[in-house]
């Protein structure tokens, strides 16, 4: 992915699809376990309005079959970022007035070091990863795993510009002991 740019990088994020958080078994299970009792299910729809109804929210859900009240002792936001990014304030801005783009796939676009192409000042960057940046140069970015190794990479670009000393193991290791040892890294 590091070697593709515009559209074969984006045939490329077609061809793998969907999300890049793994398959746990021990989730499986607990959604098989879910069905079977009948406490998950899976709904596709627009939530209309949301109210409080005898200590549970209630959900109006527009789906394919008609509205659909759905009751809830909680209701948690996890859908990610699926809207188009220009919906986010911030985002929005960045792409108005700062001079970011969009990348293959309509989010933000970054340089391999996770820099927002387009919107340097002088010595001054942004940097970004996460969901707003799926269809860069590294798929994995909405994952865990993913937010951590673009952390690192942001990191050593900063470095490479003289923001700030390089982190490896030795260093690491140094200001960890010095933590240990109750003084300030």
Same mark, same amino acid.
């Given at each position: 992915?590091?070697?593709?740019? *515009? ?9 793998? %699809? ?9 989730? +499986?299970? +607990?959604?098989?376990? @879910?069905?079977?009792? %009948? ?8 939530? =209309?309005?949301?109210? $409080?109804? =005898? ?10 079959? %008609? ?10 936001? &996890?859908?990610?970022?699926?809207? =188009? /990014?220009?919906?986010?304030?911030? !985002? ?5 007035? &700062? @001079? ?13 070091? #996770? ?8 010595? *001054?960057?942004?940097?970004?990863? %996460?969901?707003?940046? $799926? *269809?860069?140069? #590294?798929?994995?970015? =909405?994952? #865990? !795993?993913? !937010? +951590? /190794?673009?952390? +690192?990479? /942001? ?7 003289? #923001?700030?000393?390089? /982190? ?8 960890? !002991? ?8």
């Amino acid at each position: 992915m590091r070697k593709l740019e *515009g559209d074969q990088r984006a045939a490329a994020y077609k061809l793998m %699809g969907g999300t890049n958080t793994p398959r746990r078994r021990s989730w +499986q299970a +607990q959604m098989r376990t @879910g069905r079977e009792n %009948g406490w998950y299910r899976t709904m596709s729809g627009t939530v =209309d309005q949301m109210m $409080l109804r =005898d200590g549970k929210v209630v959900s109006q859900v527009k789906t394919p079959q %008609g509205v659909v009240d759905v009751s809830a002792d909680f209701v948690i936001d &996890c859908t990610g970022l699926e809207a =188009d /990014i220009a919906e986010h304030r911030v !985002l929005a801005d960045l792409l108005e007035h &700062c @001079g970011a783009g969009r990348n293959p796939l309509g989010r933000l676009d970054v340089e391999r070091t #996770f820099e927002l192409r387009g919107s340097a000042s002088g010595a *001054g960057v942004i940097y970004a990863s %996460g969901a707003t940046t $799926l *269809g860069g140069y #590294f798929p994995g970015v =909405d994952t #865990f !795993l993913g !937010l +951590q /190794i673009a952390a +690192q990479e /942001i990191t050593d670009d900063l470095a490479r510009r003289g #923001f700030c000393p390089r /982190i490896g193991p030795l260093r690491s290791t140094r200001q960890w !002991l010095r933590w240990a040892s109750g003084r300030e890294p």
